[in-house]
């Protein structure tokens, strides 16, 4: 938690996921990004997060999701290749950065929803123009999507549509071989549409979980 953003992370934790991790189910992608870590490059800074926090979206079935409307200009990255950034703007304050699933052509996609600050602090702090010198202030830094996308200076214009499994990417997600423990499946939050349904995965007891912490849902298998 002290490293500054100059810290050099070992080799795995400069390697992006390859796009086969994304051309899948979003549920099960959900379930597989719990401890993996989002990285951005800032010339020779990184800034790194641990992924404590995601939202599962289904596609055209999916009521809740943006693509249930059909294919159109603003959600055509949810439509694939799987593996790229889907960037929104949303209550017209912030933004909410989500990966695509599934197959060229079929519409899926996962939301971050909170991160576990690793490297680059003080310049997400920064970013968010707060202090990051106590527990109080580093838990709100980036548990929420707004605040983790103003964290790592993510917006629509920058990394819509940007290849997360390209090694020439400025924003990717690594495995450093962290495993995901208590993982639990709820309700998504801060929707209307298909409210009931488990599709929000977070690491259950994780301080940085965004929203209401887990108070209903089930636990997911490690396996």
Do not use: W
């Not at 055209?60 to 790229?84: C, I, K, M, Q, W």
């Amino acid at each position: 938690m002290r490293h500054s953003g100059q810290f050099v992370p070992s080799a795995k934790f400069r390697t992006s996921l390859p796009r086969s991790f994304y051309d899948r189910d979003p549920r099960l992608v959900s379930r597989d990004l719990l401890g993996k870590v989002l990285v951005r490059r800032e010339g020779r800074t990184l800034l790194a997060a641990r992924i404590v926090e995601v939202e599962a979206y289904l596609g055209e079935n999916d009521p809740a999701a943006h693509s249930a409307a059909g294919r159109t200009a603003r959600n055509a990255v949810l439509f694939g290749p799987p593996g790229y950034a889907y960037v929104y703007f949303i209550y017209g304050n912030h933004y909410c950065l989500n990966v695509s699933c599934l197959p060229d052509g079929i519409a899926g996609g996962v939301l971050f929803r909170a991160v576990e600050p690793l490297l680059g602090i003080d310049e997400m702090a920064e970013a968010r123009h707060m202090p990051a010198s106590n527990s109080v202030n580093l838990c709100r830094l980036t548990s929420g999507p707004g605040r983790l996308a103003e964290a790592f200076g993510i917006t629509r214009a920058r990394d819509n549509g940007k290849d997360l499994t390209s090694p020439l990417s400025d924003l990717f997600i690594a495995d450093d071989g962290f495993a995901a423990r208590g993982v639990m499946v709820t309700p998504r939050i801060g929707i209307t549409k298909a409210a009931d349904q488990l599709l929000r995965y977070v690491i259950a007891g994780n301080k940085f979980v965004s929203g209401a912490r887990v108070r209903q849902g089930k636990a997911v298998s490690a396996d």
